[in-house]
């Protein structure tokens, strides 16, 4: 097996959950803006893309170094050990990023990293040319201040496309964001859990795939799957061991409403893909119309934001609704990311907890209200002899 400097990468706010999830796994991890850092092998690599349900996709770091000029940017890529990756049918297309960086070309940078692979692989290959028909090996330079980053994308298609969401919605969140939501309310299934603005779903899905110990990547693919450097059935057995961890008779009270019906007949499509249909309750109500039968719960939402000046005025009387309703459930955590900077003073009580995130590319903060824990049950007095 060989060892690889491997990277999460992650929306900006998400770090330490990341990070949680690879330690979880039994990783050392590193924290950076937008990324975590951790070392592994080729299982290690499945085993991310499988399991991780926050960061967006794994790429393994392949050099990182000091580059103000096109020539050393050639030269230092080129010396990289792309040959220990790369077969010599490999398609391997490069994007780019640079900011604040006299290399201010992208599409430079691009032509210039390209051309050092090929110049690399054609020493091992002997190759004038390369097909490039084989399997896909994503390469992105990743220029700041004139630091580059050489990376190459495990994942392919970034790991929010769990596989159950095939129909779109209006404003929707993605899988990543709203497992994230869901790890960092801490919630666990004992617990009841509801959102009652379930829009299609993806927040009360998550937390049924959640409960279920579902590993979020096990529906679908991932370009280092048709890697040959990886050995023969590794792929198999890290999906065969990630099934034989799901639990399908978990028992967990999961709610999702919404005032509108078109939104629940989407909830309960994906919910179906997803393979958790049985698990998620349905309602058509509004939020002022929820109201929990048992207590200690915990509700993650994302309510409409009203970006607009009508719809925020829309949002905020939401807010306000929301506050009243939910104020009342004493013992129940509510936790709702919101880009309303005065979300507090609409709900009427501030926040436990606040934290800033990124919803796409609109700045957010996820405001956490927290009820008690349930109380444990006291194990009975042993027989005294």
């Known amino acids: 097996m060989t060892m690889f400097s491997l990277i999460a990468t992650t929306a900006f706010g998400l770090e330490t959950v ?28 499945i085993r991310a893309n499988l399991w991780l349900r926050s960061a967006d996709r794994v790429l393994i770091k392949m050099g990182h170094f000091h580059a103000d000029s096109f020539d050393s940017l050639f030269e230092q890529t080129k010396a990289l050990p792309w040959t220990d990756l790369l077969s010599k049918d490999a398609r391997f297309p490069v994007e780019g990023r640079s900011v604040k960086s006299q290399l201010a070309s992208v599409r430079a940078c691009q032509s210039i990293v390209k051309k050092a692979v090929v110049e690399s692989l054609r020493k091992k290959y002997k190759l004038g040319e390369f097909p490039e028909t084989g399997p896909r090996f994503g390469i992105e330079v990743a220029v700041l201040k004139d630091e580059a980053l050489l990376t190459v994308d495990t994942s392919g298609v970034a790991l929010h496309k769990r596989g159950y969401r095939r129909l779109s919605a209006t404003a929707p969140i993605k899988e990543t964001l709203a497992a994230a939501l869901v790890l960092l309310s801490r919630w666990q299934a004992y617990r009841p859990f509801a959102d009652p603005m379930c829009g299609s779903g993806t927040i009360a899905i998550e937390a049924a795939l959640l409960a279920q110990n579902a590993a979020p990547g096990l529906r679908r693919t991932f370009d280092s799957e048709r890697w040959p450097v990886f050995p023969i059935n590794l792929w198999k057995e890290r999906r065969d061991e990630a099934s034989a961890l799901l639990n399908m008779d ?29 698990m998620v309750r ?23 934001y009203g970006e607009r000046m009508g719809e925020a005025r829309e949002a905020q009387a939401l807010y306000r609704q929301m506050g009243e309703t939910l104020r009342a459930f004493d013992t129940w955590s509510v936790c709702v990311i919101a880009s309303d900077p ?26 956490q209200y927290l009820g008690p824990l349930p109380p444990r049950n006291k194990p009975e007095a042993e027989d005294v002899q």
């Open 250 to 278: 978990v028992d967990v009270d999961l709610f999702a409403g919404d005032v509108d019906p078109e939104m629940l007949s989407l909830t309960e499509y994906h919910a179906r893909k997803a393979g958790v249909g049985k």
């Open 342 to 367: 005065w979300f507090e003073k609409y709900y009427g009580k501030p926040a436990n907890k606040r934290r800033k995130l990124y919803n796409g590319r609109i700045q957010t903060h996820f405001y």
């Open 282 to 304: 349905l309602k058509q109500q509004s939020v002022t119309a929820f109201h929990p039968q048992a207590p200690y719960g915990c509700i993650v939402t994302n309510p409409p």
């Open 18 to 45: 990341v990070a949680r999830e690879l330690q979880q796994l039994g990783y050392q991890t590193k924290n950076f803006n937008g990324y975590v850092e951790f070392n592994g092998d080729e299982s290690a690599i």
